[in-house]
């Protein structure tokens, strides 16, 4: 019987093999397969340990699996496995391999032909004969080109958000980069940094700011829970010396004024 791909879910997808659990440095290990019944998958290995333990079905051979880069990008992935050389190669694997039941695990068989095949397909593997990208954590990717000053020369959170969907979008295609993330979206990212950008200035700084708190106007207009009140707020915390107005311009009169009052002097009026 000839072999099966079940491999289409890659195709589309820039680093389809690529997860990495929270707290991990390294991604989970990534693999190719293929069963007794010539059924051929890829996927990643879902043990949160990612240590070097290899499932029953595997080691007993019921299950081939040969290792691929977590990185692989899905299309030159799907594009290389389905090749004429990749399909023979498996193909004689496939001729070469049964497997049976011992004591209810799945004991697979190789004839001499079909191991050095599957060496060969490990072999080439290695090499890898595919597109490769880099992988980027969303969050660490919005973090550093998250710009404070770009979003207020914007004025609306969410179209400086749809920038940056663009601008990921763009190196994915033309850089050839991949982002993974375990959850959420680039609008909570964004959201997440004004807030903190934010309320750090109310309880380290020692004046006022006016960045954040046009980021506090900003986010009062936004649509996100909770922040309706973000500007009055802020003036609270800096009720005694604020140097800007209302709409978040400094104003050298304000402050001089204030400096002044708490001197005991007055400001000589202009005529």
Known sequence: MSIQYEIERIREQPAPLYHQYPNREE???????????GVVRVDWDPDPTNGDAIPMN???????????????DGKSLYEFLQSDRMRSLL?????????????GELVGHLTEEAEAVSLQIQSILNNRPYMEREVYSRKDWVKSRFS???LI??????????DLYEEMDDAQEMEGVAFFATDGWIDEDVKD????????????????DEAARKL????????????EDLPERYDARFSNALPFNRDGNFDDGVRASQRSEQAGTEIPQQE
Do not use: T
Request: proline share 4%; aromatic share 8%; hydrophobic share 35%.
């Open 91 to 103: 193909e004689r694997v496939h001729e070469g391999h049964s497997a049976d039941r011992d004591s």
């Open 148 to 150: 404070v000053q770009d």
């Open 153 to 162: 020369a914007d004025g609306d959170i969410h179209s400086y958000i749809r």
């Open 27 to 37: 991604p989970q290990k990534a693999y190719l397969e293929m069963d007794s019944e």
């Open 216 to 227: 506090a106007v900003i986010l009062a207009v936004s649509g996100f829970d909770g922040y």
């Open 58 to 72: 595997v080691w007993n051979k019921g299950v081939l699996r040969w290792s691929l880069s977590p990185c692989a």
């Open 193 to 208: 940094l004004c807030v903190d950008y934010v309320e750090r200035a109310m309880e380290e700084g020692n004046e006022p």
